[in-house]
């Protein structure tokens, strides 16, 4: 089982921008689709972004052409570039790896955009 660790949330303004990361350890990650959700509060948790184990990605609708995901799996790492944030981008952004049924779930990171 892989183990993951977000970081990078914060606090910025609207149109700011914010770098995720997420660790992976226990396991290398190379063989794993990873994605990136996020669960705002009073709502469901919801794909952001999601990349296979060869690179291919696609993004939710609301954040396509600001957000852009990567891995580097020689360092075991997933990122999410967040650009043009927009207050409904606050959330708890999760790092996952393997599916949302069976796979792997990081602790979480919170990303609020506010002025």
């Known amino acids: 089982q892989v183990q993951l660790v977000e970081s990078g949330g914060g606090w910025v303004q609207p149109g700011g921008s914010l770098r995720l990361s997420c660790e992976a350890s226990?396991?290398?990650?190379?063989?794993?689709?990873m994605g990136w959700y996020r669960q705002a509060p009073g709502k469901q948790r919801e794909l952001v972004a999601r990349?296979?184990?060869?690179?291919?990605?696609d993004y939710a609708d609301s954040v396509k052409g600001r957000f852009i995901i990567a891995r580097d799996n020689a360092k075991n790492m997933m990122y999410l570039q967040m650009n043009r944030l927009k207050p409904e981008d606050t959330a708890v952004y999760y790092c996952?790896?393997?599916?949302?049924?069976?796979?792997?779930w990081g602790q979480g990171t919170q990303v609020t955009v506010s002025s």
């Open positions: 996952n790896a393997g599916g949302v049924i069976l796979g792997s």
């Open positions: 226990g396991s290398v990650i190379d063989i794993y689709g």
């Open positions: 990349i296979g184990s060869r690179g291919a990605s």
